[in-house]
């Protein structure tokens, strides 16, 4: 749309509506993210757009295709990570408890915090590698679609390179600083 002038893209970050009437389900989804003032920023309509039917839906034939890792799982992904991150603070807190009340009268040598390292050592252990081996599998693309990706020539064209390799990709410095 940018790229026909239906849709203005700022240095600034806002977007501004030109021509109202989208063509597919996908400009109209844009189109209502932007709002009934025609005109918003960037980083609002991500969000509003991201969450929109349209997109939803060609997630879904996406992952139906085997090309995107589908929401619940990426959903799934996070609230373990989350999960595991949690309970490496309880770990921390549950040792720094036990010097605190063996520090109070108990005379065990200090081995209270011995007995938590193992279970730092493992949960930390497991956050690192769903860090390293998981987290870059479940943003959106599969396994299948990242190799899609990459065998993407570069030369087909700029909105190719942006859905490709993102903003950065773009030659013209106001798009990719709208985009940014």
């Given at each position: 749309?940018?790229?026909?002038?239906?849709?203005?893209?700022?240095?600034?970050?806002?977007?501004?509506?030109?021509?109202?009437?989208?063509?597919?389900?996908?400009?109209?989804?844009?189109?209502?993210?932007?709002?009934?003032?025609?005109?918003?920023?960037v980083a609002a309509i991500r969000v509003a757009h991201a969450a929109a039917g349209a997109?939803?839906?060609?997630?879904?034939?996406?992952?139906?295709?085997?090309?995107?890792?589908?929401?619940a799982a990426r959903e799934s992904v996070t609230a373990g990570i989350r999960q595991v991150?949690?309970?490496?603070?309880?770990?921390?807190?549950?040792?720094?408890?036990?010097?605190?009340?063996?520090?109070?009268?108990?005379?065990?040598?200090?081995?209270?915090?011995?007995?938590?390292?193992?279970?730092?050592?493992?949960?930390?252990?497991?956050?690192?590698?769903?860090?390293?081996?998981?987290?870059?599998?479940?943003?959106?693309?599969?396994?299948?679609?990242?190799?899609?990706?990459?065998?993407?020539?570069?030369?087909?064209?700029?909105?190719?390179?942006?859905?490709?390799?993102?903003?950065?990709?773009?030659?013209?410095?106001?798009?990719?600083?709208a985009l940014s």
């Open positions: 749309m940018a790229g026909e002038r239906r849709l203005l893209l700022a240095h600034t970050g806002w977007a501004t509506v030109v021509d109202a009437e989208g063509r597919d389900d996908l400009e109209r989804s844009l189109i209502a993210s932007i709002g009934p003032a025609g005109q918003s920023p997109i939803r839906a060609l997630g879904e034939r996406l992952a139906g295709d085997g090309l995107a890792v589908p929401a991150r949690g309970a490496i603070v309880l770990n921390l807190l549950m040792a720094g408890a036990a010097m605190v009340l063996s520090a109070g009268g108990q005379t065990d040598g200090g081995r209270a915090p011995a007995w938590f390292t193992l279970p730092l050592l493992l949960t930390t252990g497991c956050w690192i590698i769903a860090r390293v081996e998981v987290h870059p599998y479940t943003r959106w693309a599969s396994p299948a679609g990242q190799d899609a990706l990459r065998a993407v020539p570069d030369g087909p064209g700029p909105l190719v390179a942006l859905a490709v390799r993102g903003p950065g990709a773009l030659r013209d410095p106001a798009q990719r600083a």
